[in-house]
């Protein structure tokens, strides 16, 4: 898909209103985040194929969140709002891997397979993006899923148990989270890279 081109252009604008609205209606976007989930979640579209991997992250970042967020109101006092993103929580997570798209397009041009024999500098940016994207989601789930665990975590500077909620406090169960976290992205990427030709 050309990046900016008509097609693209219309696809952007329509899944970052639809993504944008939706968010807004199930309550896990304000309006200062919906506005900020659409300028990043078009941009990633218009891009390529590939922005649709943000979009995956957050279905499944906002699934996350919601799930059991009664429970995890009584074990961490800052959960409370907490299922609501704002406009500076989703550009903490999304800007990095917009500007390595950005920066793929004026540089490289379209998509490209990863590589880095063929087209060192698009897979880079690929990479990046997959990386951002991969590290994001692994914090999130590690976080909104982690604090659910039985066992109470182990402060990462200390080795000691801490409360859940506690940053830096790790646990398996959020460290098994993290990683099938980070697996998803890549294996989104992939399948992306599958639909659109280039794998």
């Not at 693209?8 to 939706?22: E, K, Q, Y």
Request: hydrophobic share 45%; glycine share 12%; proline share 3%.
């Amino acid at each position: 898909m050309e990046p900016f081109g008509q097609r693209s252009i219309a696809l952007g604008f329509v899944i970052a209103t639809l993504m944008s609205l939706r968010g807004v209606k199930r309550k896990s976007l304000s309006k200062d985040g919906a506005i900020a989930a659409w300028t990043v979640g078009f941009l990633s579209v218009v891009c390529g194929l590939r922005g649709f991997v943000l979009l995956f992250f957050y279905l499944i970042g906002s699934k996350a969140t919601k799930y059991k967020i009664e429970i995890k109101k009584t074990l961490d006092a800052s959960e409370e709002g907490g299922a609501v993103r704002g406009a500076s929580q989703v550009f903490c997570s999304s800007a990095l891997s917009v500007v390595c798209n950005l920066l793929h397009v004026c540089y490289c041009g379209e998509e490209q397979p990863i590589d880095f024999k063929v087209a060192p500098l698009a897979s880079l940016f690929a990479s990046a993006v997959l990386a951002h994207h991969a590290t994001v989601l692994a914090d999130t789930l590690a976080s909104e899923l982690g604090i659910l665990s039985e066992t109470d975590p182990i402060l990462i500077t200390t080795f000691r148990r801490v409360p859940p909620g506690t940053n830096g406090g790790i646990s398996l169960w959020g460290t098994i989270c993290s990683g099938i976290g980070g697996f998803l992205m890549g294996l989104l990427t992939v399948l992306m890279d599958i639909f659109s030709g280039l794998s």
